[in-house]
Every structure is written in structure tokens, then in C-alpha cells.
């Protein structure tokens, strides 16, 4: 029975000693991982890293621009002369040269049945002077109705052909001046042009040749150029 009482005595005074050096704290080693546990940045001891971070100050909040509405000016109006105005006693104003106006011009082709001859063929040289060929071509159609053997009106209409670049009609034209006046100049030397456009060089230095001859200063030229020896 001592023994046993003994036994329990001692196993009671380890565990009071086991337990006051608990409530002293010690002399345990520091964990090895304790400097790993420290925070850099912020060095608190045993962070939890799931705080917050430390926030910044507060700062002093910007200044904002202050808009400030400017009304449109206003716009003065004009004040209206109060007073009627006076009666004027001169003369009346001038009216223009072309008073009452004129009626707009239309630009129709003039009826050459109501045109004399002279009207007409100065018409058709107008034309044709101006590469207006198949206008001028109606005034001298117009003209040999009249004369079927005018050779000059034959010649100009020849021309309008000629630049319409219907040589075939141009060269029946001139050949038919030809035959009804052989000494007519201008017909041979305009043949002579239609038929280098065939080709037919040889046929046309006689032509300018015979122009030339009949005083076409044009047909002295060419021959003197291209066709003298």
C-alpha cells in the first residue's frame, strides 16, 4: 500500500513540473521557418497573409477645372430710321440700252428657202470654213439645184466630202469641176489631195503640176517641195 501511494506522489509531482514549464515558456529553440515567415515589405511579426495591404495617405484631391458659362453677346439690331424718307425730285432713273429685255435667242438653222443664193453659199463657206461639213454640204446641195454647173460650188462641196472622209464623193466632185471648167485651179489642186489619200501619188503631182501652172500658190509650194527634181 505505500508503494503504491509512493508511486502516485511521483507521478504527480513530474506532471506539475511538466506543467509550470509550459506556463514559463522554456528555453525552446526558434523555428528554423520563422525568417522565412517575415514580410519583407511590410516586417510585422507573424503576418496573416490574408491582411490588407497597407494603404497609402490620402491625398489632397486635384483641383478641377471650374467651367464657367459665358452667355453668347447679344447682337444689336440695327434701329430703323424713324423719319420717312424724302421725296426725291430729280430726274427719272436711265433705263438699260436693252429695255423692255430682249427674248432669248434660239439657235435654229435659218430656212434656206427664205435665204438668197449669195446668203446661202456665204452660209455654206461659213460652215465649212468652221468643220461644220454636213451643214455646209446642205447649202451647197440647195445651190446646184439651182445650177447643176456651178464648178465653184462643185469644188466646196467637194471639200466638205473631203473632210467628212468621203473621198469617193470628193473626187466625183472635183472631176466634174474639171470637165466643166478645165482651167479652174482650186479643182485640181483639192483632186490632187484626194488622191494621195488613195495612194495615187504619180496622179496627184500631175494635178498640183497643173494647179501650180494655173497660178495655186498651195500647188507651187507642194510641187516645189516633194515632187521637183
Known sequence: ???L??????????NLKITAQRNTGGNKN???DRIDKINVENPVRNPNPHREPIQEPQRKKEQQLIVTYNPEPKIHQPICNPHSPRPYDGPPPERPIYYPPLPPIIDNEPNLEELSLSEILELGVFHLDSE??????KCFNHLLKND???YEVLTLRGRAYHGL????RAKKDFQKSIKIEKSYADAYY???LTEIEFGDVDA??????????FGHEKAKQLTKKYFSQ
Do not use: H, N
Request: without cysteine; charged residues 25%; hydrophobic residues 50%.
Open 1 to 3: 500500500m505505500k508503494t
Open 5 to 14: 501511494i509512493s508511486l502516485f506522489v511521483l507521478i504527480l509531482l513530474f
Open 30 to 32: 526558434p523555428p528554423r
Open 132 to 137: 461644220e461639213y454636213s451643214e455646209a454640204i
Open 148 to 150: 447643176p454647173l456651178d
Open 165 to 168: 472622209e468621203l473621198f469617193d
Open 190 to 192: 483639192y483632186l490632187g
Open 204 to 213: 496627184a503631182k500631175v494635178d498640183f503640176e497643173i494647179a501650180a501652172e
